[in-house]
């Protein structure tokens, strides 16, 4: 096994059995072939077998499973190795494996060493390590480890420091710390440390240039329980960090008609917001507000026609309510106004309404005879449809057309029709070499 190809199958998911398809085969009973290609380097069914052993007591097997995926240095076995260790309650053999790649340069071992320290009553070891790597990672590693060894005081200084640095060539001048997420770390210290009033400052100060402390303002404010603060800030953040917060704190607290009136009665710019609609439109489903749900995205999609997931949010809400018919009409009024032509993008967010009205070979027929129809994307969906109506075969004819493009799509519904075999000669067929890399700015491959 090969490190570099590994991680060229992993990421790109070719020339493997992706995960997804691997709980597939398990979940048809395909255990055997699982266990079979965990031993023939496909990594994800050597991850899938070694749980199913670590869960069935035999965790020596499953380390000598995931030995020759170890012995390359790869980093995500090593990660996943070091996991499974940690849940099998062998913390310091997690540490230890993660420790050697530490040493021997990893760039991401050094976190997940001294998270994996901090977690295991080693906290005060891993702040005094990372003390000394100062700058070679997040300071949100910092400040969490600070927090389990109880060394609040020492990593606010620390990051009281990147407070007072003005950027210059923002993020290579402060390795992406700049002043006002430096902010929020420390917000998050003294918020830690009971001094609420202090972290807001801060976040108040810092939330105006960014969006994540504005987040993290909202949040300080729901947990504190100052709803009238966070009201004032709902009314004017045209985020809707504020608004989110404080609709979820009612709706937990059972207040929904409080958490609904939250979306309605913020400020213009904030209601205003397909994304603060979405949220309200989710919010009035699932209380049983379907009519009201569809109201408000029928509204988003007649100012923001053509926006596809604001189409699609409107037409599965008319499908869930049992409104087909009312979604269909809604799109080809808002079609309409497009100038009645649609690219596959918008078209094939219909399909599931013409299907609920008037049958899956509808659908089909109507799919087939747009101009996009038989495109290699087009047959995903009509495949879907054909599926979804327990028509795999059919599904498979479509997708055997385009078989390249929608491989994983195939395989999936080969493996439902017990056709494992054909499955694995579309999945494993030779991935292609990763490119060289070139060095650039850097002399180790990006991963």
Not at 232 to 250: E, H, I, K, P, Y
Not at 273 to 295: K, M, N, V
Request: a negative charge; aromatic letters at 6%; hydrophobic letters at 45%.
């Amino acid at each position: 096994m090969d490190a570099t190809d590994l991680e060229y199958r992993a990421r790109t998911r070719s020339g493997c059995i992706p995960p997804e398809l691997v709980s597939r085969l398990l979940d048809r009973g395909h255990v055997d072939v699982v266990e079979l290609h965990a031993g023939r380097g496909q990594w994800f069914c050597a991850l899938a077998w070694a749980r199913l052993l670590g869960e069935q007591g035999r965790q020596a097997d499953a380390l000598e499973l995931l030995a020759p995926y170890l012995a390359t240095g790869w980093w995500t076995a090593v990660e996943a190795a070091a996991q499974l260790l940690e849940d099998w309650g062998r913390a310091d053999e997690a540490i230890e494996i993660t420790r050697v790649r530490m040493e021997a340069g990893h760039p991401m071992a050094l976190e997940s060493y001294t998270r994996l320290l901090a977690r295991h009553d080693r906290a005060e070891e891993a702040f005094t390590l990372l003390r000394r790597h100062i700058g070679k990672l997040p300071l949100g590693t910092l400040v969490d480890v600070a927090g389990a060894a109880g060394r609040d005081e020492e990593a606010a200084a620390l990051v009281t420091a990147r407070t007072e640095h003005r950027c210059t060539d923002f993020p290579w001048c402060c390795r992406g710390i700049d002043r006002d997420t430096a902010f929020g770390y420390l917000a998050t210290i003294r918020e830690r440390q009971g001094r609420t009033d202090e972290a807001i400052a801060l976040l108040r100060a810092s939330s105006t240039s960014l969006l994540n402390n504005r987040e993290q303002l909202a949040a300080v404010l729901a947990r504190d329980g100052r709803l009238d603060e966070l009201r004032a800030m709902a009314a004017t953040d045209d985020s809707g960090c504020a608004v989110r917060q404080l609709a979820r704190v009612l709706e937990e607290a059972g207040e929904v008609e409080g958490a609904i009136a939250a979306y309605r009665q913020a400020g213009t710019a904030v209601a205003g917001t397909s994304y603060s609609a979405f949220e309200l439109a989710q919010l009035l489903a699932r209380h049983g507000r379907g009519s009201e749900a569809i109201d408000v995205m029928r509204g988003r999609a007649d100012i923001y026609n053509g926006y596809d997931w604001v189409l699609h949010t409107l037409a599965e809400l008319c499908l869930d309510q049992g409104r087909p018919e009312e979604g269909l009409a809604h799109l080809d009024a808002l079609a309409a106004a497009r100038g009645g032509e649609e690219e596959w993008d918008l078209y094939w967010i219909r399909l599931p309404l013409i299907a609920a009205c008037d049958g899956v070979d509808e659908a089909v027929v109507q799919a087939r005879s747009h101009p996009e129809g038989t495109t290699r994307y087009a047959a995903s969906h009509i495949a879907e449809l054909l599926a979804g109506a327990g028509r795999t075969e059919e599904a498979v004819a479509v997708l055997e057309q385009h078989s390249s493009s929608n491989c994983h799509d195939l395989a999936g519904y080969l493996i439902d029709l017990g056709r494992v075999e054909d499955a694995l000669a579309i999945l494993l067929q030779p991935a292609p070499r990763p490119p060289k890399w070139a060095g650039g700015l850097w002399h180790e491959p990006p991963f």
